[in-house]
């Protein structure tokens, strides 16, 4: 079992949010069969939050065994029709694109850096879109630890 102070990822980057989601698939006939493919724009995207998830794996990370909480702040830039007041507070974003779409990207991201087994281990999800006076996005990923203590007491 991995201790969640040791195997933490904490990872901040200041980048404009790409807003290209995995249901965004692209479709081609091949033989007069529909055969489906992943979009550049999704690609693109993927990588980004592969290489922010990255960056913020301890050395000597190892990948998580039980139960993952992973929680996700994407805040967007604040247009700039807002005053200067309304474009330094956060605030929530309600337009697209939609933000468990924006999630599975990163999870999807997150597997491909081999943080998991695969993303249904993840048991918690905590996510927020925002407006505020610049664009970052902030990934934590550590082990659920009250998920791992409920599956504990049961035993």
């Not at 991201?109 to 993303?119: G, P, S």
């Amino acid at each position: 079992m991995n201790s969640s102070t040791e195997n933490r990822i904490n990872a901040f980057a200041r980048i404009e949010i790409p807003t290209a989601t995995p249901q965004q698939k692209g479709l081609m006939v091949v033989g007069g069969r529909p055969r489906y493919y992943t979009k550049g724009k999704v690609k693109s995207a993927m990588s980004l939050y592969w290489a922010v998830i990255l960056s913020g794996r301890p050395r000597g990370f190892k990948p998580f065994e039980g139960p993952v909480r992973v929680m996700v702040t994407f805040c967007f830039a604040a247009p700039k029709s807002w005053s200067k007041k309304a474009r330094a507070a956060i605030t929530p974003k309600t337009t697209r694109p939609d933000l468990d779409n924006m999630a599975k990207t990163v999870l999807d991201a997150a597997t491909r850096a081999h943080v998991w087994r695969d993303d249904a281990q993840v048991t918690r999800l905590d996510l927020r879109k925002a407006y505020g006076p610049e664009e970052f996005v902030r990934i934590v990923i550590e082990e659920d630890a009250e998920a791992q203590n409920m599956e504990e007491s049961q035993q």
